[in-house]
């Protein structure tokens, strides 16, 4: 699956660019709050705003504090999946149930120096799992390879039953480096600048498409 982050779009004509990548399997829409990372982006009433624009699956990646509070809104908007990170949520699990509970897939996700081990109990109350490959706050990084060890485990993790979870790949995923996610097991590729800083949006995402596939 690809979900094309609309932080590398053009914010003042959001309905357009969601339309510009119909073959995405999810719309990744980056909510930051100036807290938990060093940038501001978009909040609620655009999410609420973008769900009545597009027919594409929303999935919210969360870089707030404090998601206890705050998540369940974009779950009872109707956002298809609500990603909250690890290091900012006080009881992930109780979390996970309220946002399933008001209709979305619940995820969970780890910036890239925080270790996945502590958190597989956690992760069983999880749809999706998004493996950070960047610092969280900024489109346009370079991909950190190194978090590849996590995909990889948490691929096997999935493959041996233990755990059933969507396993999605956040921050510098590109022609060059998605075959890499790939082939470590990554399920959902997010990219962002690879989609929107192309002169064609939907065919850059077919073109990634294929070489995840290949
Ligand atoms: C970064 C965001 C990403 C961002 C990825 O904190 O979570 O979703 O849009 O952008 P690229 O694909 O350009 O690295
Ligand atoms: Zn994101």
Partial sequence: MIAPSILSADFAHLAREAAAVTGADWLHVDVMDAHFVPNLTLGLPVVKSLLKATDIPLDCHLMIDDPDRWAIGYAEAGAYNVTVHVEAAADPVQLAKNLRAAGSKAGLSIKPGTPLEPYVEVLKHYDTLLVMSVEPG??????????????????????????????????????????????????????????????????????LRALAAA
């Fill in 138 to 207: 900024f489109g346009g990084q370079s991909f950190m390879a190194e978090v590849l060890d996590k995909v990889r485990t948490a691929r096997r993790l999935v493959d041996t039953g233990h755990l059933k979870l969507v396993v999605e790949i956040d921050g510098g995923i590109n022609a060059d480096t998605i075959a890499a996610a790939a082939e470590a097991g990554v399920d959902c590729f997010v990219a962002g600048s690879a989609v929107y800083d192309a002169e064609d949006p939907g065919r850059a995402l077919e073109a």
